[in-house]
């Protein structure tokens, strides 16, 4: 019996009923190949970093992508750039410090990142002011449906903010296509992609739109993000999270309208939408980081087990021992508050596997 909550970054979730770890592009295709002819529920699990997996566990067969490495293609670089091939299973930050290191420009700003290569463009991960969609050239996946290799270009794939047709084709966490390797179109230098967020822009010392030097940029990213517990430390209970468990939510420009004037609105690609902050949200409705743990009071919600992080309000962490059951009750507790003030429902960000909200 494999118990999932070792493999996920929050630290929780019970037992897989059958457990296999894939290794390789074939060893994927025969283990989802073979559940899906058994009828049997799949659950793909990389990195395991956007995952709250139910205490009961998975009745099903856990995959565990464990297919490594990338190729560089420089053969004919000139303006075009160079491609970056990589398996899913690649740790993500790993490919992206090689990058910035071999002079490789644009994915400088997703640098600290947890998980796999193969899982960034279900959500379309972004950081900072940057994403995927924005280097991201082809992926092959494989198609559970029709039972074949199925390519997608970055067009294909219908990028929005956190989202992708990759997440829109996952019902109940089971993806239709199970992404096998990735494909990024990286420009050559050491510059950086043009910062485009400013809290960034601030720490390296350009304006917003112009460029630093990629291992600058890094550096910075990895530091703004430690700050925030958004960076995996064994020392520090603040980052045994999903990362932001809620997305910051799209309104219509009236819904906007009823929030205080200081509220933070973002544009969005969409005419009459506008992007809200979740953390400010969560904030002004009376969550405050470390909102869970123990009080002057002795009360703890959840037991203390569970709490908002002590350095974020969008991160729900495991102080050491809670179960999903105590993630969820925090979560719960803050996206009815935050509906409660504002009439605004936060959406969880995360993958909730044999649980809810
Ligand atoms: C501390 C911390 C900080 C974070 N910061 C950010 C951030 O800044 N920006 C951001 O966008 N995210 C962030 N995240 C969330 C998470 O790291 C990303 O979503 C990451 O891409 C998940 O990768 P994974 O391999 O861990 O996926 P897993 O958690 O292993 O998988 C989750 C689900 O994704 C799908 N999936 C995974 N791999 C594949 C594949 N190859 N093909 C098809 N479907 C697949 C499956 O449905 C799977 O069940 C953060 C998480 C943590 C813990």
């Keep these: 019996m494999t118990l999932l909550a070792p493999l996920t970054t929050a630290g929780v979730g019970g ?9 390789s592009e074939s060893e994927i295709i025969d283990a989802i190949r073979s559940a899906d002819t058994a009828g049997d529920p799949l659950l793909i699990i990389a990195g395991g970093s956007n995952l709250i997996i139910a205490d009961d566990g998975f009745a099903g067969t856990v995959v565990r992508l464990a297919s490594t490495g990338f190729t560089v293609n420089d053969d ?3 303006c075009g750039g160079v491609m970056v091939k990589a398996e899913a299973g690649q740790p993500w930050d790993e490919l992206v410090e090689y990058t910035v290191l071999h002079a490789l420009s644009g994915l400088e700003a997703l640098s600290g990142i947890p998980g796999s290569t193969g899982a960034t463009p279900v959500q379309n991960v972004g950081a900072y002011g940057s994403d995927v969609s924005q280097t991201l050239a082809t992926v092959r996946t494989w198609d559970r449906e029709t039972q074949t290799v199925k390519s997608f270009t970055n067009f294909e794939l219908k990028f929005g903010y956190r989202d992708s047709l990759l997440k829109r084709a996952t019902v109940n966490g089971s993806p239709r296509y199970v992404v096998l390797t990735v494909e990024f179109q990286l420009a050559l230098g ?7 967020y400013a809290e960034l822009a601030r720490e390296v010392g350009v304006d917003i739109g112009e460029r630093a030097y990629a291992n600058d940029v890094r550096r910075a990213v990895l530091k703004l993000r430690g700050a925030k517990g958004m960076v995996l430390d064994p020392a520090d209970r603040d980052t045994f999270s999903t ?4 997305t910051n939510p799209i309104v219509d ?7 205080p004037e200081n509220a933070p609105r973002y544009p969005t690609a969409e005419d009459g939408q506008v992007k809200l902050s979740a953390a400010w949200l969560i904030d002004q409705a009376g969550f ?5 743990l123990a009080g002057d009071d002795g009360f703890a919600a959840a037991g203390g087990r ?3 992080s002590t350095k974020h309000t969008l991160a729900v962490t495991n102080r050491g021992s809670a179960s999903a059951a105590d993630l969820l009750a925090i979560a719960a507790l803050v996206a009815d508050g935050v509906d409660h003030r504002f009439g605004i429902r936060l959406h969880p960000e995360p993958l909730l596997i044999g649980c809810a909200l």
């Design 15 to 23: 037992p897989a009923r059958t457990y296999v770890e894939a290794r």
């Design 288 to 292: 405050g980081k470390g909102f869970g």
């Design 190 to 196: 050491r510059m950086s992609a043009p910062v485009k």
């Design 243 to 246: 990362g932001s468990f809620f």
């Design 306 to 308: 569970a709490s908002l």
């Design 253 to 259: 420009e009236g819904t906007a309208a009823t929030l």
């Design 76 to 78: 004919n670089a000139t």
